[in-house]
């Protein structure tokens, strides 16, 4: 596809685990990242994973990376109500070989329940 | 230096005028990029420099907007003739050259064009 993809919407209760799922579309994409924004914010880098790695974790996050289904996923442990924002998962495509600029998904926005 | 600032924060203006936003990027970063946000999408590309020079502009880029990183340190976009439907949030984000291509943002600049 021509789109990064993420489901819009994830709701979940407080303390339990949060997983967000992402479809990018370069094979070739050297570095993926999930950056969270807060209502009226600007982004904040959460983490990110190099293309040669499956699995990447810190602290409450881990990323696993699927790059034969170009498949990208965060997982948040013990999910927090400070964890209600949207999360974006994002790539820059290696056209050419030259690393420009990231292309974004739609954002999926998490709702965290007490 | 405590990373990348936007001026203004937010602006309103009437269809037809011209405004005109600042971006200051982590100082050592070589890289700055422009991205546009509508509501409910992501971070849309539209511009990015080298040092002072611009290197690439999205199809996004209309011929009323231009902008400029003329000593390679901050950098402006300007919008002529404002419609509503460049009603957005403008980011700017810097980057260095070396080690791991890690963008970062600033908090934006919110424009509504009544």
């Excluded at chain 2, 050592?28 to 290197?55: D, I, K, S, V």
Aim: aromatic share 10%; net charge neutral; proline share 4%.
């Amino acid at each position: 596809g021509e789109d990064v993809e993420q489901s819009l919407f994830l709701s979940v209760r407080e303390g339990d685990s949060s997983v967000i799922n992402c479809t990018y579309t370069d094979s070739s994409s050297t570095y993926l990242y999930w950056y969270k924004q807060e209502p009226g914010a600007g982004l904040q880098l959460l983490t990110y994973i190099f293309s040669n790695m499956d699995m990447k974790q810190d602290q409450r996050l881990t990323v696993l990376l699927n790059k034969k289904d170009k498949h990208l996923s965060l997982r948040i442990a013990d999910t927090q109500t400070g964890d209600s924002a949207i999360y974006f998962c994002a790539e820059i495509p290696n056209y050419g070989g030259s690393q420009g600029n990231l292309i974004f998904g739609k954002g999926t926005k998490l709702s965290v329940k007490p | 230096d405590t990373g990348v600032s936007q001026d203004p924060r937010h602006k309103i203006t009437k269809r037809g005028q011209n405004v005109t936003f600042r971006c200051d990027p982590i100082s050592e970063h070589n890289r700055l990029y422009w991205y546009r946000q509508t509501l409910g999408q992501g971070p849309e590309f539209l511009t990015y420099f080298q040092n002072e020079a611009q290197l690439e502009k999205s199809r996004l880029l209309s011929d009323r907007f231009s902008a400029e990183r003329p000593k390679g340190s901050f950098s402006t976009l300007e919008i002529q003739r404002t419609e509503q439907g460049d009603s957005a949030m403008y980011l700017c984000a810097s980057r260095t050259l070396a080690g791991t291509a890690i963008e970062v943002f600033g908090p934006g600049t919110r424009l509504t064009v009544l």
